[in-house]
């Protein structure tokens, strides 16, 4: 009885599930029992609602070429560490896969034969587990090289996963080991504490996936593989909140693509890169974009090292995408490797482009630990990009980089004392609509070195100025532009741009700046100081502009606060060692001739520009507050003639451009720079034989103490009435002879003076004077030897001599000389010249003479010499020729000599000689006087009136009538304290109330 009742219970439990391992016996005499034993299923079989549920106890495998199908409802239970091994195919609905008592079992294994396997709308629970536990745990088993611990793993097959839940696995939830998996629209819950929803094994596998769901313990997202990425594919959504999990760097290899779908998130941590090398096409769309982010709940700058765009990727688009949390330190070993060592260095960036051009349309690169973007030799198309919170440049370009930014914002970056963005000298970038704010440092840095090709140098934004922190250099053979509205600053006073190539620097209609970074009145507080820090003279060195500067155009350009000493060791040296010497200068040109006009040079330490030769162009441009001891514009040597017109100095500093004494070879002119804008003639100035040197009308001429003007080639001085030629003393104090004089050689013959003044000459200069010729030393102004030059309608006045000559046939016409402390003319040595309808007058220092000849035949007609203490005197051999002069007043009228037979001997009424106007008044017995026939070669007079302005010529220089024009000795400021210009009538050195008489009487 207790047999058959035993008997009934087996029967009873065998019948109420199916045991799919067991085995059983049933030996005569004793209840039947079982054995357990792994099953194969040899031929396709169906479990079904009805047949279950289905006990597996051991190990159950369908082999390959067999389909098991598990119909809807059906049920099938696992007891702790067995699992199920489709080597064929499974094809699953609806069913439910679970554990068969309190432990996990281990899941579900798909081989390489089971393409055509699905689960559709099932459930798999409590799988996962880790098998048996001897020498370690097994999981499933091991496969491809290693154990597998996954409630289903998929190897190298494409089976069908949708609508399935897969909950309470003690491991992962999916393994997928190559193939090409449908996965879609599953539920992952409560995985494996450090376990993943889905987990890649290994590269070049590409699931299907979609509209995947995970929630509770575990990682809810896909653990993608690092490691070298062959073959295309696309990583495809999983589903929302379903993230790739990277578990070491990847690198996206040559030739092949890597797309990622809109919505794909990935997820790195620690020394973790994406590195391609081949093409990345990451496409995210509004509202679903693709984000590379930290995988750490409360991410932070750094949490990974970024993305790597190789020398291959230049045709990757990252489109809507989101870089966040990156540009991580990397390995930290003697040193942090960032993304890893490139071209010298190792790269620390969000975004590392290598020699590439790819596209960056409308992404976000935030929370950089480092740089935001990197390109080296790169040209990427950067389009609506945002980068923001970087801690160290937004974006850095070097190498010849020249990406194309536009529509784009920098904010925030640089809080570790970084610019919002950087390059070297070699690379540009293509800025349109780019907007900066809230960076620690408010511009784009230029970092130094070599402009080696043709480069623009663009406005980003009105508060964005390029900031130039190391030397920059223009090669030769580039060509450097430089877009309206653009500042540049420069922190450090040992930095400049050096120009040896073409700079066009064209600042119309908005100027361009280069000042000082603590310049705060141009593109705003780049240092972000506030007012902590304020612009100095000299805060950086200028810009140099070498041989190969000829065709630079520097027009509408503001240059503040350069000109400084530059480095000091030993003594300071500005422009160290250009040709033999050290220079100070804003700006410095080197044997070029660039145009510079329109500009403005201020706040110089030193001075405005330098010049070694060349011809610039030089006009209408304004110079103020140059150095104590500045000038705003200096010829570092001979042979230099820049053309000049409209220039204004203005400020501290000497107002005047300063003259190198020595020896000019080549031909050329001075022009007149601008208004009360002087030369300094600092030492002697020799001219070569067969050179000619031209002075433009309006030119001021200040020389200094015992300095002279040497010709043996031509002198051609041709200033206009309204716009005389002006020599005279650079003392402001001077009212008498200073400098030595000019000094015209035999090779002079033509050289002319006309519409000069010629003041203060003919020093003792320590008893040398102008120089020792044919037997004494000469003190005058001018000095003619053995040549025959044309002086016309000039002053010559307040010296030792005015003219002398020696075997001369000089043409001296219309002029006015005096003030003279010797003689106002002295011809010597055989001298013939012409001197016709001037004016010597009021020459009475030192008993001085008019004029006196020794051994000489000069023809005198029309002249006026008067108030003198001796009127004309004759020593030695020759013959004077007189005709229609007037002789008067003076101590002895006429010595060595009789008056001539028209001469005449009254006084000719000047308008005030003592005061040094020798017009004549209306009562003047000189009006209509002299004799006719003189013209040519008299054609005009001091004033520039046509002669004979009435019925016969006038005696002496002026043609009575109205003054075309009112004459001033004097043009031009000195410096700040000196002279105060045209309205020092009476050459005292200040503006009174005589200067005004004077004015009235020469209106009236």
Same mark, same amino acid.
């Given at each position: 009885m207790v047999a058959f009742t035993l008997l009934l219970f087996f029967l009873g439990t065998a019948w109420s599930q199916t045991y799919v391992n067991r085995v059983w016996h049933y030996p005569p005499g004793e209840p039947p029992y079982y054995t357990i034993e792994d099953k194969t299923y040899a031929s396709s079989i169906a479990w079904t609602a009805a047949g279950g549920p289905y006990v597996c106890e051991a190990h159950v495998t369908v082999a390959s070429g067999v389909l098991l199908t598990v119909e809807s409802g059906a049920l099938v239970e696992f007891v702790e560490g067995m699992g199920l091994y489709i080597e064929g195919d499974i094809q699953a609905t609806g069913a439910t896969f679970t554990r068969a008592g309190e432990r996990y079992w281990r899941g579900i294994y798909l081989s390489p034969n089971s393409n055509a396997s699905s689960l559709v709308g099932c459930t798999i629970r409590h799988a996962g587990g880790v098998g048996y536990c001897y020498n370690g745990c097994s999981g499933l088993g091991t496969y491809n090289g290693d154990k597998r611990f996954t409630s289903i793993y998929i190897d190298a097959c494409s089976p069908v996963i949708t609508g399935c839940v897969i909950e309470e696995s003690w491991s992962n939830g999916i393994e997928v080991w190559r193939g090409g998996a449908t996965i879609e629209n599953n539920q992952f819950h409560n995985l494996g504490a450090d376990s993943y929803a889905l987990v890649v094994d290994v590269t070049d596998t590409y699931p299907q996936l979609a509209g995947n769901i995970a929630s509770g313990t575990g990682f809810h997202g896909v653990s993608a593989p690092p490691g070298r990425w062959m073959s295309s594919g696309t990583w495809r959504k999983p589903g929302a909140s379903f993230p790739y999990f990277l578990r070491g760097s990847m690198a996206v290899e040559s030739g092949a693509t890597l797309t990622l779908a809109p919505g794909v998130e990935v997820r790195a941590e620690g020394n973790i890169g994406v590195y391609v090398r081949g093409t990345l096409q990451a496409l995210g769309s509004p509202g679903n974009p693709v984000v590379f982010t930290s995988r750490k709940t409360s991410p932070s700058q750094g949490d990974w090292n970024g993305i790597y765009l190789g020398p291959g990727a230049g045709g990757s688009v990252l489109s809507q995408c989101k870089i966040l949390y990156a540009g991580g330190l990397g390995v930290c070993y003697y040193g942090c490797r960032g993304l890893g060592f490139y071209h010298g260095a190792d790269r620390f960036a969000a975004v590392y482009i290598d020699g590439s051009a790819p596209q960056l349309l409308q992404c976000e690169i935030h929370h950089s630990y480092s740089n935001g973007i990197e390109a080296y030799g790169a040209n990427p198309a950067l389009i609506g990009i945002s980068i923001q919170d970087c801690r160290e440049n937004g974006l850095r370009m070097e190498a010849d980089s020249h990406p194309t930014i536009s529509n784009s914002a920098l904010m925030s970056n640089g809080s570790a004392g970084y610019y919002a963005a950087t390059q070297d000298a070699s690379s540009t970038a293509e800025p349109n609509s780019v907007t900066f704010g809230g960076n620690t440092l408010e511009g784009v840095e230029i970092r130094g070195g070599r402009i080696p090709a043709p480069s623009i140098w663009r406005k980003w934004a009105p508060n964005a100025p390029y900031v130039m922190t190391g030397n920059t250099t223009l090669d030769p053979s580039a060509v450097l532009a430089i877009d309206p509205g653009v500042a540049?600053?420069?922190?450090? *006073? +040992?930095?400049?741009? @050096?120009?040896?190539?073409?700079?066009?620097?064209? $600042?119309?209609?908005?100027?361009?700046?280069? +000042?000082?970074?603590?310049? #705060?009145?141009?593109? &705003? #507080?780049?240092? &972000?100081?506030?007012?902590?820090?304020?612009? /100095?003279?000299?805060?950086?060195? &200028?810009?140099? /502009?070498?041989? $190969? =500067? #000829?065709? %630079?155009?520097?027009?509408?350009?503001?240059?503040? @606060?350069?000109? *400084? @000493?530059?480095?000091?060791? @030993?003594?300071c040296h500005g422009w160290e060692n250009v040709h033999g010497a050290d220079r100070f200068a804003a700006l410095y040109v080197d044997s070029a001739s660039p145009s510079i006009t329109h500009c403005t040079i201020t706040n110089s330490r030193t001075n405005g520009i330098e010049i070694w030769r060349g011809n610039p162009t030089l006009q209408g441009t304004r110079f103020h507050n140059m150095g104590n001891d500045g000038y705003p514009l200096v010829y570092s040597t001979t042979d230099t003639y820049p053309r000049m017109a409209g220039n204004v100095t203005s400020g501290t500093g000497y107002h005047a451009i300063l003259v190198p004494q020595g020896r000019w070879r080549t031909s050329g002119s001075w022009n007149k720079p601008g208004e009360s804008f002087p030369y300094l003639i600092s030492g002697n100035v020799s001219v070569a034989t067969d050179v000619v040197l031209t002075i433009s009308a309006g030119t001021i001429l200040r020389v200094a103490n015992g300095v002279g003007f040497y010709f043996n080639g031509t002198l051609v001085a041709d200033g206009t009435a309204r716009e005389p030629i002006v020599f005279a003393s650079a003392d402001p104090t001077a009212v008498s002879e200073k400098w030595s004089g000019i000094y015209l050689g035999p090779q002079a013959g033509g050289s002319l003076l006309h519409f000069c003044s010629i003041l203060h000459a003919g020093s003792w200069n320590w008893w040398t004077g102008l120089g020792n010729y044919h037997g004494s030393v000469r003190y005058t102004s001018l000095y003619f030897d053995n040549c025959s030059p044309m002086v016309a309608c000039c002053t010559i006045g307040k010296t030792a001599s005015g003219i002398e000559m020696y075997n001369s046939g000089a043409l001296i016409l219309s002029s006015v000389i005096f003030d003279s402390a010797g003689k106002?003319?002295?011809?010597?040595?055989? *001298? +013939?010249?012409?001197?016709?309808?001037?004016?010597?007058?009021?020459?009475?220092?030192?008993?001085?003479?008019?004029?006196?000849?020794?051994? %000489?035949?000069?023809?005198?007609?029309?002249?006026?010499? =008067?108030?003198? $203490?001796?009127?004309?005197?004759?020593? $030695? *051999?020759?013959?004077?020729?007189?005709?229609n002069n007037c002789v008067y007043g003076n101590g002895t009228n006429h010595a060595g000599l009789a008056p001539g037979a028209t001469d005449l001997s009254e006084d000719p009424l000047f308008t005030g000689s003592a005061e040094g106007d020798f017009h004549l008044t209306s009562k003047s017995p000189c009006i209509n006087a002299g004799q006719d026939g003189m013209t040519p070669p008299v054609t005009e007079d001091r004033d520039g009136k046509a002669r004979p302005l009435g019925n016969h010529a006038d005696i002496g220089a002026y043609e009575y009538g109205e003054s075309e024009t009112t004459v001033f000795e004097f043009g031009g400021a000195w410096c700040a304290t000196g002279w105060h210009g045209l309205l020092d009538l009476n050459l005292n050195g200040e503006v009174d109330v005589e200067d005004l008489i004077l004015l009235l009487r020469r209106w009236k």
């Open positions: 540049v600053k420069t922190p450090d *006073s +040992t930095v400049g741009l @050096y120009c040896h190539g073409v700079v066009i620097a064209d $600042g119309t209609p908005e100027p361009i700046v280069f +000042t000082s970074l603590a310049d #705060d009145t141009v593109a &705003g #507080d780049t240092n &972000g100081d506030g007012n902590a820090t304020q612009p /100095m003279r000299g805060d950086w060195l &200028g810009i140099f /502009m070498g041989p $190969g =500067a #000829d065709g %630079s155009v520097l027009n509408q350009v503001d240059v503040r @606060y350069a000109g *400084s @000493y530059g480095r000091c060791y @030993y003594g106002g003319i002295l011809c010597e040595g055989g *001298s +013939t010249p012409s001197i016709l309808n001037n004016t010597v007058a009021e020459n009475t220092r030192n008993g001085a003479t008019g004029i006196a000849t020794v051994n %000489s035949s000069p023809i005198l007609t029309n002249n006026i010499v =008067a108030f003198n $203490g001796t009127g004309i005197s004759q020593t $030695g *051999s020759g013959t004077i020729a007189l005709a």
